[in-house]
């Protein structure tokens, strides 16, 4: 159940079930915004938007199945990409 801010209505009986419904709503967003705090925490402190302009893009096509060398490039732009975010 989302949570209703017009529940309880002005001057109803109290209803625990429906207290109950709007308490356990309430406490699901605070958890799941919780959730995404923690996560927007966590990427503050990755550098991928710095990755200096040195690095190229790999501009690849795979081949399916994929050949050792294409492979192989891969592996290398991710050592090249390691070397660069290890400096900060």
Known sequence: ????????ANNSPIS?????AQLT???EEIDARV???DLDNIMIGFN?????PEV???NLTVSNPPTQAQVQAIANKID???IYLKRE
């Open 25 to 27: 709503s309430l406490k």
């Open 35 to 37: 959730l995404v705090d």
């Open 48 to 52: 991928a938007g710095r990755v200096p």
């Open 56 to 58: 190229l893009s790999l």
């Open 1 to 8: 159940m989302a949570f209703d801010p017009t529940k309880p």
């Open 80 to 82: 090249e990409l390691l």
């Open 16 to 20: 625990s079930a429906e207290l109950r």
